[in-house]
């Protein structure tokens, strides 16, 4: 005889899975990175170091995404601690909850970001380069007129030259 599994499957509808999908959208994209190394893991449980591996979630953010997504129901933590292969101190293992496993099966894009938010993530990137860039253009402006200071207060260089320089470098 079929169970009626109903009532489980009501509790991973509604509200609280659209909650979970709309702060994936909003947050990082290393916590969809480590829902898909589960995911895509021939092993249900896995511990810190290898999610951030697999994750490619940086070391210093991955405690902080990892109990972000325990918060949310997502990942539990199995109390069982394994040292990593690289030595250090034990990594804490993790397994998905019966939630997730449902909320990547019904949520398109639980492993992977919608289009507009890679759009985003994206121009934040490139933003993030631009302000790189403008800051060493700064930079070389400021080295620039170091240079031409240096060589008008020199007695080695003429006056001739240090005109020559301000026009060749394009200092005023």
Do not use: C
Not at 11 to 16: I, V
Not at 134 to 160: H, N, R, T
């Amino acid at each position: 005889m079929p169970t009626d599994n109903s009532a489980t499957d009501d509790e991973y509808h509604g509200p609280k899975m659209e909650i979970i999908e709309r702060k994936l959208d909003q947050g990082s994209q290393h916590r969809r990175s480590i829902l898909a190394a589960f995911a895509n893991s021939d092993e249900t449980e896995l511990n810190t170091s290898i999610l951030r591996e697999r994750g490619d979630v940086p070391t210093g953010s991955a405690n902080h995404h990892l109990v972000t997504l325990e918060e949310w129901g997502l990942i539990e933590d199995t109390g069982e601690r394994e040292y990593p292969a690289g030595g250090g101190r034990p990594a804490r293992i993790w397994r998905l909850t019966e939630f997730a496993e449902e909320f990547i099966k019904q949520t398109d894009t639980a492993l992977t970001p919608p289009p507009t938010a890679e759009t985003a993530a994206r121009v934040s990137a490139v933003e993030n380069r631009l302000e790189t860039v403008e800051e060493k253009l700064d930079d070389q402006e400021k080295i620039k007129k170091a240079l031409v200071l240096l060589a008008s207060q020199s007695d080695a260089v003429s006056d001739e030259n240090v005109a020559e320089m301000r026009e060749l470098l394009g200092v005023n």
